[in-house]
């Protein structure tokens, strides 16, 4: 005698926590901003002027940069804490 198989269900997706505007496509770029203006500015040409892949492969700390960074920018764009202004004087790159 065999079991008999159980009901699959599928997963509803609640299209209420998506935003319906960019609010927080801005908000992730807030905390770019302000995270890589407060960075040293070693790290700064990491971020900007590299990819994950040529990091990769410098290898070392740069390896690492991209990740923290991006764990930093996360962390701070879907938390309820205002993102300050980026430092004074600091250009966003094109």
């Not at 496509?25 to 040409?45: C, G, M, T």
Request: glycine share 4%; charged share 35%.
């Amino acid at each position: 005698m065999t079991t008999p198989k159980s009901k699959r269900t599928k997963k509803k997706i609640n299209n209420n926590k998506r935003p319906n505007d960019n609010d927080l496509v801005l908000r992730f770029e807030d905390a770019w901003n302000y995270i890589v203006s407060h960075s040293p500015k070693w790290k700064q040409d990491i971020v900007i002027g590299m990819t994950e892949e040529e990091a990769k492969k410098v290898g070392g700390r740069t390896a690492q940069v991209h990740h923290e960074t991006a764990k930093e920018v996360i962390f701070l764009a879907q938390s309820n804490r205002k993102i300050p202004p980026p430092k004074e004087n600091w250009q966003k790159p094109e």
